[in-house]
């Protein structure tokens, strides 16, 4: 008996976690709804988080240093929607200012990494434009690494750090199995099956509490041109997970659109602040954030709530 | 050199160069490195520390139980109606998904390959209902005093055994009642006498169950069935992904799926007439191999086989069919029977760019494979009519279940198949596609397909046709039997045809903003005359023995007995003239093959608020449509012969006018390439995508859809195919979709109720989504009550009545048309009503569906939803189509116009499910 009780006090000790840190600040992209004329400082923001005022601790502008993740998802095969995406992304990153760097990641078949952060144009270039089309779609099954890649580079670093994913995928081409297909044809009173997007939307969910605690914005372009249901749903997940994080999905809709949504993507990418905001010492665990100007000139655009869990 | 070394390759290279980061992104880069080389993302062989993450962690799955009960659910519409206030439902849906990488515990640990599984049984109990007319005890005796017609009136039943020629009658005359051509006496007091009876009518009546309702009119809708149904499945899909290095990938998968239908008995006798229970088998297997050749160059082939076998009946007690209508038949068609399909797709295709040109190239070949054995009539077909009942020459005399009672059918067959057909097809085909951006914000696609279709075959060449070429020694007039590579026919009857198929799209981008894109499209295509299951065309291999009455009004075909008389000839008996005298299968030997083409045209908007506006219009239409032998008919007598009014019934009088005098008829099987229709239709979209949780999608059509062939009931002048255009009979000129989920904004991350505390388990994923359709009624398709014609229209349109509205003030269950609009068409006249009536239509449809849902996050990975699904929550009573016969004038329908009940009724889904 004493054996089987040292031997469960050891696998709780061992179980036991280590002491988590508090987290003391955190960080959120924000958007002005136009330029605001002059280099803006933390002194010009207020913030209240859950209500309380808090302190805004640094305050990055558009033209301070950017690194951009760059995670290709280009698994359909076509060619129509991937050169064009292709010829778009180098001309955007060749316009990028010096101090913004791109690192180059792949999502099909599992997170890769191609090239690291560098503010190279023509590597990104090269590599941009060798890249296959070949794989399974991987945004849902790779999101919350990228994520938690970019969020621990922003904690060691004041750059300003986001992803932008590029995906031609559809939601039928992952290998993880989100259709629900018909596994009995004979049974005819399915009604199971009436709503297909259910699978989906539950992936999302659970990719959404992990996001919600991602503190670098997520920005998903995607060139697939799907009007069924089921990737009605997935284009809104991509869409409920990029805002989660503060960041935002473009969509395009014909082959036509790709060179714009691409440089909306660039330019709204690029214009973001990071806002570091000090936390008090008694906070929920999802706050509540508010954002303004001190002189209340321009409408923002932020994350409202950001899931804080404590670092290990 | 694999892609991924040249990357890095060129990046180490560049590396040299390059300017040196800021501090600060120095750190993230770094910082980048560390992370990227723990999680093992790194193909450079950095990988340090590599998190040695258990594959068995990367695979995910759900866990899934559907619960149906009507307990839960409303009672339909159409049982509480009838008094009742069960359906029984008993509904279990039950599976797994598990899907994850392959591995071997301490010794394969990534190797590139993905698996996944599926299973899914189904246990069910439901209530099947309907709704007919059986005959009343008293008229099962031969007691037809209180029987009545459909305005009231007592139906005059009249001897047979009475009947003689009319010395009086002049035959410069339409046969009237004041001008007979054959007298005959009506029963007395309208009774059968009980010694007149046929003994095997009267012991088949022993397997024939009560009436048990009385929803009228009259004496009419007094069978209510409310049979239980058993289902049962089972069934799985295995997948596997397999990367071979970077640039080829391997997908297969595997399917198979057993069920068993346990139909409802519509009564549980031998003579039951309801569906045979069935047994399901499908199998499927695919590969596909993906290689890329570059950045530019992709490749893709696969191969696809699928099996579906259905089989019916077996064991079943044998019964002939007896067909009285409008009572419900005893006994039923094609009470056994095994058909498998058989499908084998290998395809490859190619894409590539040139310039601003995306080109993809493809071919694919298919095969596919029906297995029939079908024999539809094997214990024989008796067909009663009141001809032999009435006064011949008047309707509204006589009745089918009296010429039954007296054992004289007006038709009989009997089927004699020797052996299953085995009937194969292929298509083959090449396709190219320019994908081409002459410039920014304009795209282009033209494409162009040729297809080979060729002709079905049978296996063994037991298969046949009437060449209407041929001639016939019986009577020296072109038309006889031919049979699959015999004297000079080819395998298939027909050609292999090759046709090109055009396409071409167009996106234009009309503002610089991008916002708003015009988009326009055209398309032509062939449609091959597929296999259906059955074996139409193999006869003379197989029979189907025809007995016909020389005079529906005089003599019946054959006697009512126990047996059909066997084929005179041994089979196969492959003479010319061995389908002289039967509904002869027909196969077209023309090249046409189903023609189709679409255009349209629309207009994008995006709008703030996440919305996309779509307003556009689109035209389809197409010739050849495959048709069946109500909608064509190359042997049909032309309507000028309605001139010799009574005389048609005279069978070989009759069937000396048809162009084929030999034949009775044509059996055409749905592949007779005549049909003609064109559809218009405007719609208008509405997409938002999700904000504050909110997304929704709407979807307006307004449509309108013409052809020649569509309806329940055929057409009337086979020989002038314009005036039978009208209305689509399924057209619905107005329909709106609508979808929609919503999370509802409680909970963790949402604006009302956040709590960290254990409220949030309460509180947070619950989501809402639901549907709604609203559909416009299709045409209403109205039928007079007699068809007086001699066989020459075999689907007789009403007459419009001249000035009166159709309409009525407030259309309601009561009256849903005037139909003192119309009337009965003159005996051997056509009607002059289009064969769907223009304005009045049948009532639309409503159907909501909902579904809420609680999701109870259980970690980052694990998770458990519940779910609650309504369909027809709104539990809605949709109306059934009104009564569309109209009577003569002496003895209206009076129940035309009216609806009898509605249908429908709230089901609901209750679902567990854990995903992990």
Redesign the interface.
């Known amino acids: 008996m004493r054996v089987v009780a040292a031997m469960v006090c050891l696998a709780l000790a061992a179980m036991a976690a280590p002491p988590r840190e508090r987290i003391t600040q955190v960080r959120i992209p924000v958007w002005l709804d136009a330029s605001p004329g002059r280099e803006l400082s933390a002194k010009d923001f207020t913030a209240t988080i859950d209500g309380a005022s808090t302190r805004v601790l640094q305050v990055q502008c558009p033209d301070y ?1 950017l ?1 951009i ?1 760059l995670v290709l998802d280009l698994s359909s ?4 929607l991937a ?2 995406a292709k010829d778009t992304l180098t001309a955007e990153i060749r316009k990028l200012p ?2 913004a ?1 791109v ?1 180059l ?1 792949r999502a099909q ?12 144009r ?2 990104i270039y ?2 941009i ?8 779609t991987g945004l849902l099954a790779t999101i919350d ?1 990228a994520g ?2 970019a969020d ?8 300003r ?1 986001a992803i932008l994913y590029i995906t031609d995928g559809d939601v039928r081409n992952y ?3 989100f259709t629900n ?1 018909v ?10 099956r ?2 297909p ?3 989906v ?2 992936k999302i ?2 990719l ?3 996001l ?1 605690a991602v503190q670098a914005p997520i920005f998903i372009v995607d060139l697939g041109q799907h009007g069924d ?1 089921l990737n ?2 997935y ?3 991509m ?2 997970l990029a805002e ?1 994080t503060g960041g935002a999905a473009f ?1 395009s ?5 790709i ?3 691409i440089h909306r993507s660039f330019e709204t990418v690029t214009s973001h602040y990071s806002l570091t905001l000090g936390l008090p010492e008694h906070v ?3 706050p ?1 954030i508010r954002v303004a100007l001190a002189d209340g000139g321009h409408a923002l655009t932020y994350r409202t ?1 950001i ?1 804080l869990r404590r670092r290990r | 050199m694999t892609t991924l070394g040249m990357c890095f390759l060129v990046a180490y290279a560049c590396a040299q160069e390059q300017p040196k980061a800021p501090a600060e992104i120095q750190r993230a880069i770094d910082e980048f490195k560390i992370q990227t080389a723990n999680l093992g993302l790194r193909g450079d062989g950095a990988a340090q520390n590599t998190r040695k993450q258990s594959p068995i962690l990367e695979w995910h799955g759900r866990l899934y139980e559907n619960l149906r009960n009507d307990f839960l659910d409303a009672v339909p519409h159409e049982i509480s109606q009838r008094g009742e206030n069960k359906s029984l439902l008993r509904r279990n849906q039950f599976g797994f998904n598990a899907a994850g990488p392959f591995f071997v515990p301490g010794m394969v640990h990534k190797s590139g390959t993905y698996l996944s599984l599926s299973f899914e049984g189904v246990r069910e109990h439901l209530s099947r209902t309907h709704l007919s007319t059986i005959p009343t005890m008293a008229e099962r005796t031969g007691d037809y005093s209180h029987v009545v017609d459909d305005a009231g009136n007592q139906l005059p039943i009249f001897d047979p055994a009475t009947t003689r020629l009319n010395p009086a009658y002049d035959s410069s005359k339409p046969v009237s009642l004041g001008n007979l051509q054959y007298l005959r006496d009506p029963f007395p007091g309208n009774f059968i006498p009980a010694d007149r009876l046929n003994r095997l009518a009267v012991q088949a009546l022993e397997l024939y169950p009560q009436p048990n309702a009385a929803v009228g009119p009259f004496f009419r809708n007094n069978y209510f069935i409310n049979s239980p149904e058993g289902n049962t499945a089972n069934g799985m899909i295995g997948k596997v992904d397999h990367a071979l290095g970077e640039r080829q990938h391997v997908t297969s998968e595997i399917a198979f799926s057993n069920g068993l239908l346990d139909a409802a008995q519509w009564f549980p006798t031998t003579a039951n007439p309801g569906p045979s229970d069935q047994h399901f088998a499908t199998r499927r297997g695919s590969i596909e191999h993906v290689f890329t050749a570059s950045a530019q160059t992709v490749n893709t082939a696969s191969f696809e086989a699928t099996s579906a076998t259905s089989r019916t009946g077996q064991g079943q007690a044998a019964f002939p069919v007896y067909d009285f209508q409008p009572y419900l038949d005893m006994g039923r068609a094609y009470p056994m029977s095994t058909n498998a399909h058989n499908t084998y797709v290998w395809s490859d295709g190619l894409s590539t760019r040139w310039r601003k040109h995306s080109l993809h190239a493809s071919a694919q070949y298919t095969l596919y494979q029906v297995n029939s054995f079908w024999p539809a009539y094997p214990d024989g077909l008796f067909r009663f009519s009141p001809g032999l009942t009435s006064l011949p020459g008047i309707v509204n005399t006589g009745h089918a279940f009296a010429s039954f009672l007296l054992g004289l059918p007006e038709y009989a067959e009997q089927s004699f198949v020797t052996s299953p057909s085995y009937f194969r097809r292929t298509a083959a085909a090449v396709a190219l596609r320019d994908h081409y951006d002459p410039r920014k914000g304009l795209a282009l696609n033209i494409g162009i397909r040729i297809a080979r279709h060729t002709p079905r075959v049978e296996k063994f060449d037991r298969q046949s046709t009437i060449d209407l070429e041929l001639l016939n020694p019986a009577n020296g007039r072109e038309g006889a039997l031919a049979a699959a590579n015999l004297g000079g026919e080819s395998r298939g009857f027909r050609p292999a045809v090759v046709r090109a198929e055009p396409s071409a799209s167009i996106s234009w981008n009309v503002t610089a903003d991008s916002k708003t894109v015009l988009r326009a499209s055209y398309s032509r295509g062939y449609s091959a005359i597929p296999i259906y299951e059955g074996q139409w065309g193999t006869q003379g291999f197989n029979s189907r023995e025809t007995f016909i009455s020389p005079n529906v009004q005089l003599l019946p075909a054959v006697p009512l007995t126990a047996a059909l008389p066997p084929p005179a000839h041994p089979l196969p008996d492959l003479r010319l003239d061995a389908a002289n005298n039967t509904v002869a299968d027909l196969i077209d030997a023309t090249s046409r093959e189903p023609v189709y083409q679409s255009a349209s045209v629309s207009l994008e908007r995006e709008l703030p608020g996440s919305m996309v506006i779509s307003v556009g219009a689109a035209y389809s239409g197409g010739h050849n449509l495959l048709v069946s032998d109500s909608a064509a008919n190359p042997n049909a007598i032309a309507p000028a012969a309605l001139r010799f009014r009574d005389q048609l019934n005279d069978e070989v009088f009759n069937q000396s006018l048809r162009p084929y005098p030999q034949y009775k008829g044509f059996e055409l099987y749905s592949s007779y390439p005549l049909g003609r229709y064109q559809r218009d239709a405007g719609f208008l979209r509405v997409e938002k995508r999700v904000s504050k949780g909110l997304s929704l999608s709407a979807y307006y059509e307004v449509s309108k859809q013409m052809d020649d062939y569509s309806g329940p009931y055929g057409t009337q002048d086979f020989f002038n195919r314009q005036n039978e255009w009208s209305l689509t009979s399924y057209n619905q000129p107005q329909r709106l979709q609508l979808s929609y989920n919503y999370e509802l904004p409680l909970g963790s991350n949402k604006p009302f109720l956040t709590y960290s505390d254990w409220r949030r388990y309460i509180l947070d994923g619950w989501s809402v989504s639901g549907t709604a359709a609203v559909t416009a009624g299709t045409p209403v398709a109205l039928h007079p009550e007699f068809n007086n014609t001699g066989g020459v229209i075999s689907a007789l349109n009403v007459n419009v009545v001249p000035g009166v509205n159709p309409d009525v003030s407030n259309p309601g269950p009561s009256l849903w048309f005037n139909p003192a609009a119309f009337e009965q068409p003159a005996d051997f006249t056509m009607g002059n009503a289009s064969r769907t009536n223009s304005t009045l239509r049948n009532p639309g449809a409503q159907d909501y569906d909902l579904s809420v849902s609680k999701r109870v996050s259980l970690g980052a990975e694990r998770a458990v939803e519940f779910n609650a699904a309504g369909f027809n929550f709104l539990n809605h009573a949709n109306w059934n189509d009104p009564d569309p016969v109209i009577g003569s004038a002496s003895a209206p329908n009076v129940n035309a116009g009216h609806i009898i009940g509605s249908r429908g009724g709230r089901v609901i889904q209750m679902g567990l499910r854990f995903s992990f």
């Open positions: 240093d690194v993740l095969g076509d060619l129509t050169d064009p010096p101090n760097f690192g990641l078949d599992g997170l890769l990494v191609l090239n690291d952060p560098t503010a190279d023509d590597a090269t590599l434009m060798q890249q296959t089309l070949n794989g399974k690494t938690q890649i621990a580079m922003l904690q060691k670093s004041t750059a750090v290998r993880e199995d297909p596994i009995n044809s004979s049974d005819s009173h399915d009604l199971s009436r709503f997007e259910t699978l939307q539950e969910a659970k959404a509490a992990v919600a249901r009605e749903a284009q809104n997940g869409k409920q989660t969509f809709r014909s082959t036509t659109e060179p714009e949504v929920s665990s999802r509540l709530r899931l």
